[in-house]
C-alpha cells in the first residue's frame, strides 16, 4: 500500500505563484506514473499534468504555465505553478500508477484558491 500527502496549497493572487509537493510513502517495487489532477467545485476531477520516464503530459489549460517535475526519492512529485489564473482554483490531487492505464494511488488533496 502506498501512501500520498500532497502540500503547498494555498491562497495566492492571481499571476502568482505556488509549488505543490506531494510525497509518498509504503511499500511499492516501482512507480510507472505520477500525477496531479484537480477538482473544481461542482465539477468533475479534471487530469492536470502527468510524468513518466518518457516524458510528460500537460492540460491544454494549464501548458506553459505549469511543470510537473520528480523528485531524489521514489514516491515524490511537485506541481510548479505560474501564472495562475481564477480558474486554476481547486482541490488539487496528487497520484501514483504502477502501470499504464490507471492511477492506482491517491492523496487526499490540497485547496488552490486564486483570488484578489
Known amino acids: 500500500q502506498v501512501q500520498l500527502v500532497e502540500s503547498g496549497g494555498g491562497l495566492v493572487q492571481p499571476g502568482g505563484s505556488l509549488r505543490l509537493s506531494c510525497a509518498g510513502s509504503?511499500?511499492?517495487?516501482?512507480?510507472?506514473?505520477m500525477g496531479w489532477y484537480r477538482q473544481a467545485p461542482g465539477k468533475q476531477r479534471d487530469l492536470v499534468a502527468t510524468?513518466?520516464?518518457?516524458?510528460?503530459y500537460y492540460a491544454d489549460s494549464v501548458e506553459g504555465r505549469f511543470t510537473i517535475s520528480r523528485g531524489n526519492a521514489e514516491i515524490t512529485v511537485y506541481l510548479q505553478m505560474n501564472s495562475l489564473k481564477p480558474e486554476d482554483a481547486a482541490v488539487y490531487y496528487c497520484?501514483?500508477?504502477?502501470?499504464?492505464?490507471?492511477?492506482?494511488?491517491w492523496g487526499q488533496g490540497t485547496q488552490v484558491t486564486v483570488s484578489s
Open positions: 509504503g511499500s511499492i517495487l516501482s512507480i510507472y506514473a
Open positions: 510524468i513518466t520516464s518518457g516524458g510528460t
Open positions: 497520484a501514483a500508477a504502477k502501470t499504464a492505464g490507471r492511477f492506482d494511488y
